[in-house]
């Protein structure tokens, strides 16, 4: 089949935007989530669980919206492997693949233990607090987020900054930006929110960037037009 202008000006269209879409959603569901959590449910240092009670509904909104947030964030994954085609490093993509499904599966594991705590306090709300099985699975749950999935956060962005650098896919600047982040979420040992919402604040920066550059380099067309062309 011929490559013609109309074929040439969609494949532009398509995997940008499409990324930045998926990574704005992403960023936006998973943030929100992020905030939410840690607004409802009290510091890690403190025993307490009548959250469980008083903000249940709240938690729950939180939660439902995880699932939706990993979707945007697959998306966003495949479209910019897409975006890299014939330019992508097997070792930086593998590791890039690779940290990103590891981080999604850890947040998903997580979200099922607040899930679980939340289920177990309907049906058996004052033997599990007798029993200890609150503080430990609230332990669990710390470390799954903010240790084991943060820290594939930061490898997946260290891997990208890479594949950026080497590609030359995006600026030096944001390569650099990108491995500074990450070491904040590889080396950090607090339990801080902003930590968290670094991840998807990167996300959200970068899709903007995304939208806005293939808006520019990709003005409103008419399809007509460019047949004719």
């Known amino acids: 089949m011929p490559d013609t202008p109309l074929i040439r000006t969609r494949r532009a269209l398509k995997a940008p935007r499409a990324a930045a879409i998926a990574g704005i959603i992403f960023a936006v569901l998973y943030g929100a989530t992020m905030i939410i959590l840690y607004l409802s449910i009290p510091s890690y240092n403190l025993a307490d669980s009548t959250w469980l009670e008083t903000n249940a509904g709240t938690v729950s909104l939180a939660l439902s919206l995880i699932p939706y947030a990993g979707i945007a964030f697959l998306w966003f994954i495949g479209v910019i492997r897409d975006r890299l085609g014939d330019q992508e490093d097997r070792l930086f993509s593998t590791v890039f693949l690779g940290s990103g499904l590891l ?36 332990a669990i749950t710390y470390q799954i987020i903010n240790i084991y999935a943060i820290r594939m956060a930061g490898v997946f962005m260290i891997s990208l900054g890479t594949i950026w650098i080497r590609t030359g896919a995006m ?27 670094i991840f998807p604040g990167w996300v959200l920066v970068i899709s903007v960037y995304f939208l806005i550059r293939n808006l520019h380099d990709n003005p409103p067309f008419s399809g007509v037009e460019e047949i004719k062309t």
């Not at 705590?117 to 609230?138: D, K, P």
């Open 171 to 197: 600026h030096r600047i944001w390569g650099i930006l990108t491995y500074a982040l990450a070491l904040v979420l590889l080396l950090s040992i607090s339990y801080s929110l902003l930590v968290t919402l």
């Open 103 to 138: 981080f999604l599966a850890l947040t998903f594991v997580g979200a099922a233990f607040v899930g679980g705590l939340l289920n177990t306090s309907t049906i058996e709300s004052s033997i599990m607090a007798n029993s200890g099985f609150y503080t430990y699975s609230r």
